[in-house]
Every structure is written in C-alpha cells, then in structure tokens.
C-alpha cells in the first residue's frame, strides 16, 4: 500500500491502479477494492456498477468541493494504469514527464493544469468547435493537430477522453 488516503473513501489507497480499501484483506491478501461502487477497473457508469460521468471517478467534486487538476488526473491514472501496456507517468523533466502511456506512446497527460490528450485530428476539430478547449502547443507557438488541451471549465469527462485517447494510441494511427 502506498499510504495515501483515498480522496473518495478517506480509507487507505493501494497505488497506482489499484483503487481504495475499505476492510481487512480477505484469506489470500487481497483487499476489497471500494470507491464510489466501483465494479473495476475504469467502469464508469451506475449500470457498470460505477460513478455516473462527472462523479468523483471523472474529476467532478466530491462532496461538493472543487477537485486540483492534480489530483484529478492522479485518480485517472489510478483508474487506468489497470489496463494491460498502459504505465504511469515517468516523472522527470521534459515533454511528456506527466505522461500515461500505452506501449511507450503518450496518450495522455497533465500540463499545466490542463489533461491534454492524443487523439484524431477529427475528433480535435469537433471538441474545439463545441468550445470544450483548444489544439495543444506545447509552447511552441504551433498547435498540433491530434494533441487537444481540455478547458478546465469543460464538463467532459476525463476518464471517457483518456479511454478515447487509449483507443487511437491503441489503433497504432
């Protein structure tokens, strides 16, 4: 267990992908995973057995606070990393230190307080036409054309946008 407390549960937090616990480890060591009635990894929908779009899983405030970017995307790659070739972010300096990656591509990351995301330039284009953010630049004065900055005012959900990102790095396009 990495010792942080969950910011859904208050309970421990096992790491990176592994969910929050609540209780004692059954016979075999393992913890029964517990957050907003979650079903498993990355379901997201109370059908699913998981938080509705924009619950506490998808950014939204739990409790009625406002969630840091931060710890929003910690608990996306706490939900993520769970999906086999998908790694954390390296940490470091440079382009991509924040970045979730699916067979070494960056699919996803944090900058600036912002979820960027890899994804069809197609897809880019309708996200900016519905004002949900802008083409990521990278600061270096030319937006990429399959690399989309979220507006952190966007009412998305970033777990649904890094699934679609996961899906087109998975595509190998």
């Known amino acids: 267990m990495s010792g ?9 937090h096992q790491g990176r992908g592994r969910g929050c616990v609540a209780g004692a480890a059954d016979s075999a060591g393992a913890y029964p995973v517990v957050v907003s009635g979650e079903a498993g990894p990355l379901a997201d929908s109370p059908a699913e057995g998981g938080p509705a779009e924009g619950g506490p899983a998808e950014g939204g405030p739990a409790g009625g606070g406002e969630i840091p970017p931060e710890h929003r995307f910690d608990d996306l790659v706490d939900e993520i990393v769970a999906v086999a070739g998908v790694t954390p972010p390296r940490g470091g300096g440079g382009f991509g230190r924040s970045g979730l990656r699916f067979q070494n591509k960056i699919f996803a990351m944090l900058v600036r307080g ?23 630049d990278a600061n270096k ?3 990429m054309k399959e690399w989309f900055s979220l507006d952190p005012e966007s009412g998305l959900g970033w777990l649904a946008l890094a699934r679609e990102a996961l899906d087109f790095a998975r595509s190998g396009r």
């Open 114 to 136: 912002r979820l960027v995301l890899k994804l069809p330039a197609e897809r880019v284009d309708a996200l900016i036409a519905d004002g949900e953010g802008v083409r990521f």
């Open 4 to 12: 942080r407390a969950c910011r859904e549960t208050g309970s421990a």
């Open 141 to 143: 004065g030319t937006p």
